[in-house]
């Protein structure tokens, strides 16, 4: 995994499905991707309902995508697996864990709380993607600071960074 990447596309979706769509911006608040669904200080449903957020931000890593689309021979858009952001140049991410934190262009940067589990909300794509992307699907996080982003913005990890900010 290399420690530096672009932002390939910012999702969001003000409804609770799939997929998000693509954006030319996205305003990163306290909470979340401003007008996205996950966005919130307490979580929308599943067993994190009404419990703190920590999946206020979703990244996946294009490479996910890129073997997806060979091994499956199967197209998959931004915005497909919900994520709020894809990035590339970081791998599929499954290195990344708990406290690790993303930073997404000049002022935005996201804690890891967990990798994001693949659910069967994934069949819509194809039959194979939910096994194909266990372990991989990429990460979801609470925001440490906010700021606007753009496709084509540089995205870096800095791995274990538990102290706040």
Do not use: W
């Not at 932002?7 to 608040?29: H, T």
């Not at 599943?46 to 703190?52: T, V």
């Amino acid at each position: 995994m290399s420690n530096s990447g672009k932002v390939i596309a910012c999702c969001a979706r003000q409804e609770r499905g799939m997929p998000k769509f693509p954006l030319d911006e996205v305003e990163v608040g306290k909470h979340g991707v401003v007008g996205d669904y996950h966005a919130g200080a307490l979580g929308q449903h599943g067993s994190n309902a009404g419990k703190p957020n920590k999946r206020q931000v979703s990244v996946v890593g294009k490479e996910l995508y890129d073997s997806l689309a060979e091994s499956l021979q199967v197209e998959i858009l931004p915005g497909a697996f919900g994520e709020n952001f894809l990035v590339e140049g970081l791998g599929d991410l499954s290195e990344l864990a708990g406290g690790d934190v993303i930073r997404i262009g000049n002022r935005v940067a996201v804690r890891v709380t967990e990798q994001n589990d693949p659910c069967s909300n994934l069949d819509y794509i194809h039959k194979g993607v939910l096994k194909a992307c266990v372990g991989r699907r990429g990460v979801v996080g609470s925001v440490i600071s906010t700021g606007s982003v753009r496709p084509g913005d540089e995205v870096s990890i800095e791995a274990g960074a538990m102290s706040g900010e």
